[in-house]
């Protein structure tokens, strides 16, 4: 079976990184708050639109930013997802939209994160379209978290699993995990 993993706030934990960025940066800014809104100005308290962009500044000039990303998958699921990687019974595709920060590409810096979390390479690719690529590869089965994504998979007819957080539970659909371990046990059924 073909398998597209979405790698931020399934694998990592981008959110939490975004916000002890917004938090160093601006002390008012709070870490541990539920993002409820895909604009984390609009659900974070005491951040502006003004903010956010120059959050998202640091971000882009920070080297290798996406490498040193902690991990939201928790260390049993990335050992698990090692384990059908390495027995090669499915094809697993890492498909990230992530923008270019300072230092590596982000397929270099995504490929450090997945050597180092999970201990096996993987094959990355960053696209914004992620519905049309899937189809092209034949992926079978997704999981993503961004609402913008999951609507465009389910649109080109793929299989998809929505990482369940709050910004993304207007999106009706029936096919949602809590971690990633959700999702692997749907890989082996």
């Known amino acids: 079976m073909k398998v597209m993993i979405d790698m931020d706030d399934v ?5 939490l990184a975004f ?3 917004a938090h160093r940066m601006y002390e008012e800014v709070p870490v541990n708050v539920e993002v409820k809104v895909w604009d984390f100005w609009k659900s974070v308290p005491n951040l502006t639109l003004e903010m956010e962009e120059s ?5 882009r000039g920070t080297p290798n930013f996406y490498e040193g990303l902690p991990a939201y ?13 390495r027995a090669g019974r499915h094809e697993i595709y890492f498909i990230t939209s992530r923008f270019p920060t300072k230092g590596r590409t982000v397929q270099a810096q995504s490929q450090r994160w997945i050597l180092e979390h999970v201990g096996e390479p993987g094959t990355i690719i960053v696209s914004s379209r992620k519905g049309e690529l899937c189809q092209v590869l034949g992926v079978e089965l997704a999981v993503d978290d961004a609402p ?7 649109d080109h007819g793929i299989n998809t699993y929505i990482m369940d957080w709050a910004y993304n539970r207007h999106i009706d ?12 046990d749907c890989i082996m059924d």
């Not at 694998?11 to 959110?15: H, Q, S």
């Open 55 to 59: 959050v998202w500044e640091v971000i």
């Open 19 to 21: 916000l002890q960025v």
């Open 11 to 15: 694998l990592t934990n981008f959110n």
């Open 173 to 184: 659909h029936r096919l949602r995990v809590k971690n990633l371990g959700e999702f692997l």
């Open 73 to 85: 998958a928790d260390h049993e699921d990335l050992f698990r997802l090692a384990e059908i990687m």
């Open 148 to 154: 913008h994504h999951i609507e465009n998979l389910l």
